[in-house]
């Protein structure tokens, strides 16, 4: 399989940033300081990427290897610090840089996956990994609950995202349409699943009648 550099470096380190303004912008909205600040767009921006890397085998991590994640991770805190009053007038920020991140992952992750040679089952959960990994970091740290762990559809935008990229490739359709078709795809499902209130099932205890 012949990797576009050009193509999947720039769907990576779009996606680093955009993860990485959602962490920055997390992380002012709970005040924290400006170390705290780049601590968390770096962890959002790399964490995802970091289990995958180590999953399939790809050491050093890209995230702790390549200045341009740190760099990115550091544009971004000082952009969420400076027009911090700009991005806060935006309806749920972080969870729309966050949703402009996941597609980017989830379609870098699977592609990086499988051109380490394994299998469509390994890159589409690397791939969902990838895309969510920083994320759940992220809301933990914070102590917020992971959007993960919500009703919301959030990784399945990634499956979405993650399921394209593999099948574009085991068909050898142009990389740049599929790329970006999932990308497309996974930000759609996810803003409208933001903006209509779309949810997965919930499955709970059916309530008991009084006698019982």
């Given at each position: ?13 779009a ?44 050491l ?55 051109l ?23 809301d ?39 790329s ?19 949810n ?13």
């Amino acid at each position: 399989m012949n990797d576009d550099i050009p193509l999947f470096t720039l769907l990576d380190l779009a996606g680093t940033f955009a993860f990485a303004i959602s962490g920055a912008v997390a992380a002012r909205q709970k005040n924290l300081d400006l170390f705290g600040v780049i601590a968390i767009a770096w962890l959002v921006a790399c964490g995802g990427g970091i289990i995958r890397d180590v999953s399939i085998g790809a050491l050093p991590p890209a995230g702790l290897a390549d200045w341009r994640y740190l760099a990115l991770a550091l544009i971004a805190s000082l952009l969420a610090i400076v027009a911090y009053p700009v991005l806060a007038r935006l309806a749920h920020p972080v969870q729309m840089f966050d949703a402009l991140g996941l597609g980017f992952f989830a379609v870098f992750g699977a592609h990086k996956s499988l051109l380490f040679g394994h299998n469509a089952q390994v890159a589409i959960a690397l791939g969902i990994v990838s895309a969510v990994g920083g994320g759940v970091m992220r809301d933990v740290l914070l102590n917020r609950l992971p959007l993960i762990l919500r009703k919301e559809i959030y990784a399945s935008a990634a499956l979405l995202a993650a399921s394209v990229q593999v099948a574009g490739e085991a068909l050898a359709l142009p990389m740049a349409w599929v790329s970006w078709c999932g990308i497309a795809l996974c930000f759609l499902l996810r803003y409208l699943a933001m903006r209509l209130g779309w949810n997965l099932p919930r499955i709970g205890l059916e309530k008991s009648s009084p006698g019982e």
